[in-house]
């Protein structure tokens, strides 16, 4: 029962953390909290399922292929939408947030709801661990986490562009007097997000079926583990997904079914009256009032 | 009376692995004007904030009129009487110039020192406008302050200090961006502050204007205090020039 | 020496504005309408709509009892956005304001008569304690929570099953009349319409603008901001809250729906489609959008995807707003005029 439980904690963990580091990576980067990552994680979902169904490519090809698309979306969401309004905060996350509604409902509207609409996993079966039946896919899964998870880290703090970013996060006008171009790197953070997220979708929507309101939960979720580990940290997100991961295995076995979505949400506003920053934030002087 | 009206013993702050203030100590007796100066980076502005309490220090002690106001929030201590100015002086821009100045005339302190001394507001503002070199009957006090070249903008600052009736002045960097003429002009006004007792702290680069205020200085590098004094003593330290100019660097043999 | 003409666009204000509006001296009877006339007519308006019930229909109705809720969470999002706080969360407000009414008059048997004005103001109150922690935050973190508290309520409630769960609370007892209920409505409308900008011009407004913009320079000149913060939250809140405990004895239920998405996004879209700061821009923009939104209601689901449509193009494209454009149009001519560049070769 308790290795059970330890185990599925660990999925649930890897799942958020996987949901979450391409939101985190934007927003800590770029400072652009965007709210149409739920519903680029959902249109990856869509996209890879009507590659798959419609075009009749194999499943790892019309995967690989949705993560690209989905980093040119992200890239030309913000040269289209976000470069007009940069540094407007409100209208930002308004765009960003009426951007992700209009393509959520849109996949409600065009009637993409159904049990048809699923993603074939990885790798059939499963395997047991000590004593607990785990599958395949959800063990691919927190590989997945684990290598997005050391990519980040070391593109962050390794790579030349990753530094790049950086600095431009850290102080905009020196970053621009040394020449990185802010709506590049903005553009570049944003892509890649969207990829992350995508790759998020990839991975994880075989373990059921493609649900709208996904869309927003994502998103949630990804907040809520941000705001908890710290942005721009990604031990915070690492802890944070762990915490969270847990935490929302619990209420949902102890308390009921409905009690995942009061955790998380409920992390999103203890987090922010208490200690904004989030556990592992570096922003703290920067970020927060005096 | 000679108790010191500010008394800084040993401050200390660290930005991460930065100490930006090292250990400062000094006091003021009041109506004295004191000048800090030092290489960019020597934590001036720092020191500013930690006074006037928009930073909170990591030790040390600041004692204003026998009180202690070490972290004490910023707004009690204007309310407390101390005033300061801003470097990066940005107006409230898409307001006119006396809007600009509404704000800290109707401020609890100054509401109560200055009682009906102007009968109202308007009165207060444009006397105080007056005061910084503002000609009482021109329309610039109802322009957008966005649109104020910068020396009037920094003599803004200087009114907006003033309508809070402090007994402290910091002023960080008033000369900065003003021309020479600009400066001369300004030069009277502080004058007058310091005859009317106030007690003033000036952080400035530009060293001859400031000399010329001041009855001694403070000299900081790298976050420490490396000299104080009158002027003509301190500027002939060796540790000073070097602080500014750079020491040679010794060559071989 | 060549020289090139080219036109530029000029904006000058028309003669009756530059006239009228230091409004010392009204000179004619046509400058005095050109300042009153817009005002006239809308407050005629609201006077004259609800004695229309007979001929516009239940329907109808409860779409201008929507139009109007939605006015009110609107001006309350200006008053916030006038003090720096961006509220992505006016269902917040509402849903404390509905279920304090509900729960009043569900439990305790209460009138409307007391539960309104108990709920707008102690709502209010919960509203501003709520909110208070992150009042010394700056930027998007009044945003984030305000964006999450509805939600996080909704789902306790769901998961708690205490204030009627997902069942909510029904049979609450209705306001009297239905001419009389539109009136009340209107009235408090205009109330916090013509209120909150007498409010935001004031010196105190001034206080509240000055912390939007600059609120560092507010610190310096003495003021406790966060207790400023906290009274704006307040004041703000009034108007969504009675809007939360009016809809309550209006449908004579509370539900978890009092939470929903849509009583954040539908005075944001308002907002941003009017135009931000001028509160009018709010009221402009729920008039055009809910009757609109009625009308697309059988579209169903597309009906969200346009509502978003509208708020991502107008937020991007037309960032002051509507009634901004609208002024600047009536206020300034727009013309081409020639001028001479010289190019030395």
């Known amino acids: ?290 | 009376m000679n108790e010191p009206i500010i008394k800084i013993s040993n401050l200390c702050k660290s930005f991460g692995g930065t100490k930006a203030t090292n250990d400062i100590s000094f006091e003021l007796k009041p109506g004295e004007a004191l000048g800090i100066i030092g290489p960019n980076g020597s934590g001036k502005s720092t020191l500013i904030n930690l006074i006037s309490g928009f930073v909170k220090p990591d030790q040390g002690q600041i004692l204003f009129k026998g009180k202690n106001i070490t972290g004490v929030a910023p707004h009690k201590i204007v309310n407390l009487g101390i005033a300061r100015s801003f470097q990066m002086s940005r107006p409230f821009y898409n307001m006119s110039v006396y809007k600009n100045l509404i704000i800290p005339i109707s401020s609890p302190r100054a509401r109560k020192l200055r009682g009906g001394k102007y009968g109202d507001l308007d009165e207060a503002a444009i006397h105080l406008l007056e005061e910084v070199g503002f000609e009482r009957d021109s329309q610039v006090p109802y322009k957008e302050a966005g649109a104020l070249p910068h020396g009037y903008l920094k003599r803004l600052e200087l009114a907006r200090c003033l309508a809070l009736e402090p007994d402290i002045v910091i002023l960080d960097e008033l000369f900065s961006g003003m021309s020479m003429s600009e400066i001369a002009s300004v030069v009277p006004l502080l004058e007058r502050i310091k005859h009317e007792g106030k007690t003033l702290i000036m952080v400035e680069h530009r060293l001859t204007e400031l000399f010329k205020i001041i009855d001694k200085i403070i000299v900081l590098n790298f976050g420490i205090k490396i000299a104080e004094g009158i002027p003509r003593d301190v500027m002939t330290q060796d540790q000073v020039t070097s602080a500014y100019l750079g020491s040679e660097v010794e060559t071989g043999a | ?345």
Not at chain 1, 111 to 123: A, E
Not at chain 1, 245 to 265: C, D, F, H, N, R
Not at chain 1, 268 to 278: N, T
Not at chain 3, 217 to 246: C, E, H, M, R, S
Request: charged letters at 10%.
């Open chain 1, 1 to 290: 029962m308790v290795t059970n439980f330890l185990i599925y904690g660990l999925v649930n963990s890897a799942i958020l953390m996987l949901s979450a580091i391409g939101f985190s990576l934007t927003f800590g980067l770029s400072g652009v909290a965007n709210f149409a990552h739920g519903a680029i994680y959902l249109t990856a979902g869509f996209t890879a399922w009507m590659l798959i169904n419609y075009l009749g490519l194999s499943p790892l090809v019309a995967m690989l292929i949705t993560v690209v698309l989905m980093g040119i979306l992200g890239a030309l969401i913000y040269r289209i939408i976000l470069m007009p309004v940069r540094g407007i905060v409100l209208s930002e996350v308004i765009s960003t947030f009426a951007l992700g509604v209009a393509m959520i409902e849109f996949f409600r509207w065009k009637g993409f709801v159904s049990f048809d609409f699923s993603l074939p996993p990885f790798m059939k079966g499963g395997i047991d661990i000590i004593g607990v039946t785990i599958d395949y896919q959800r063990l691919i899964i927190i590989g997945i986490a684990v290598i997005m998870a050391i990519f980040l880290w070391y593109f962050t703090h390794y790579t030349n562009t990753g530094l790049a970013l950086r600095g431009m996060a850290q102080d905009e006008y020196t970053a621009l007097c040394i020449g990185i171009e802010s709506d590049w790197a903005a553009m570049l953070s944003l892509g890649l997000g969207a990829a992350l997220a995508a790759v998020a979708a990839v991975a994880i929507l075989p373990l059921g079926i493609i649900s709208i309101n996904m869309g927003y939960d994502i998103f949630l979720i990804a907040l809520a583990v941000s705001v908890l580990g710290g942005l721009e940290s990604t031990l915070g997100l690492f802890v944070g997904s762990l915490i969270l991961g847990y935490a929302m295995v619990i209420a949902s076995t102890y308390l009921g079914p409905q009690w995942g979505q009061v955790v998380y949400l409920g992390a999103i506003v203890i987090v922010l009256a208490i200690k904004p920053s989030g556990l592992f934030g570096k922003y703290k002087e920067l970020e927060e009032r005096v």
């Open chain 3, 1 to 345: 020496m060549r020289t090139n003409t080219s036109q530029r666009k000029e904006r000058i204000d028309r003669g009756i504005k530059v006239r009228s509006d230091e409004i010392f001296v009204l000179a004619s009877m046509r400058d005095l309408l050109y300042a009153i006339w817009p005002k006239a007519i809308v407050i005629l308006a609201m006077l004259i709509l609800p004695l229309l019930k007979d001929v516009v229909g239940m329907y109808w109705l409860n779409v201008l009892v929507t139009t109007l809720v939605v006015i009110l969470l609107a001006l309350s999002w200006d008053l916030l956005a006038s003090a720096g706080l961006v509220s992505l969360g006016q269902a917040f407000f509402f849903g404390v304001g509905s279920y304090i009414a509900g729960y009043l008059s569900f439990r305790f048997g209460w009138s409307p008569l007391f539960t309104i004005p108990t709920a707008t103001l102690v709502g209010a109150l919960i509203s501003a304690l709520f909110l208070y922690p992150v009042l010394r935050l700056r930027g998007i973190y009044f945003g984030l929570i305000t964006f999450a508290l509805p939600l996080l309520l909704g789902r306790l409630i769901e998961a708690t099953k205490v204030l009627g769960g997902t069942e909510g609370m029904s049979a609450l007892p209705p306001l009297p009349g239905i001419t009389g209920k539109l009136y009340l409505l209107m009235f408090i409308v205009l109330l916090t319409l013509f209120g909150f900008r007498r409010l935001v011009s004031s010196n105190y407004g001034l206080v509240l603008q000055g912390i939007r913009d600059n609120d560092r320079a507010v610190i310096a000149a003495g003021y406790n901001i966060q207790w400023y913060k906290a009274q704006a939250v307040f004041i703000a809140a009034l108007p969504a809250t009675f809007a939360g405990a009016f809809v309550a004895h209006h449908f004579q239920f509370v539900g978890i729906p009092a939470f929903a998405l849509d009583y954040s996004i539908l005075p944001l879209t308002a907002v941003v489609v009017g135009g931000a700061g001028t509160f009018i821009g709010g009221a402009l923009g729920a008039v055009i959008l809910m009757p609109l939104s009625e009308l697309l209601r059988e579209f169903g689901s597309l009906r969200v995807v346009i509502y978003s449509l509208i708020l991502l193009i107008f937020s991007v494209g037309l960032p002051e707003g509507l009634f901004k454009y609208i002024k600047r149009k009536y206020s300034q001519i727009e013309r081409l005029t020639t001028m001479e560049e010289v190019k030395h070769e």
